[in-house]
């Protein structure tokens, strides 16, 4: 082998590595509360045939290979173009945790659906039937959020509940404000913190919700 044939062969792998460096410093991601999220594409696939009934479609990828696979709720024809995707989150030590199937798209319509779970933080009392919006939020369960917020959440439910009870054996036995005030004050300043966790949560899903909009936008381009 001549070295001008060798040269050119190191060339090309140069290149070659040097176009996936640029593709995976170029893919949409974003950073946000420390880690790293991005979607990458599993496949890209033409839709050859539909099952409203069973939300089912059959698809032939671009590399001939056909596979029957979930609409995930959104409308598809034939020859309709769709591409999955998973959701890739990266912490700070280098682990990466990955949601398979977590985005598809229809390429023709531009529809697409987000298949991530949800959970509900919720304030456990009565008020909560009087102020829902105020004593309730929905997240992504893949939003990072710190342990020290479940921790302070759940002491502040218990303490407001502890005494709500202890207010109530004492209304039964007479009530008497100064031997209760400070029960009073243990459950408003609770409840109070309570809510102010409620709302710091829901504000900080707000703003991953809109992170992972754009991030849609731009795969969706």
Known sequence: MSISTTKRRNEEVNVGLSDRRK?????????????TFEFAEIFSATVISSNPTNAQILVKTNDGDEKQISAYGIVVRNSHRIRLYELRKYSNDNSCVVYADALIINSNTGEYKVNLNRKTVIIPAFLTMLFHNASTASIFRVMPVPKWFYILFTLLCLASFIAFCSLLVGFKDGYVWDEHKYMWLTYFLSRIGS????????????????????LIDLVKK
Request: aromatic share 16%; hydrophobic share 40%.
């Open 23 to 35: 593709a995976e410093i170029t893919a949409p991601k974003f950073d946000l509360f420390g880690e």
């Open 195 to 214: 809510f102010v966790c409620i709302k710091w949560i829901k504000r900080r899903s707000a703003r991953f919700d809109h992170e992972i909009r754009n």
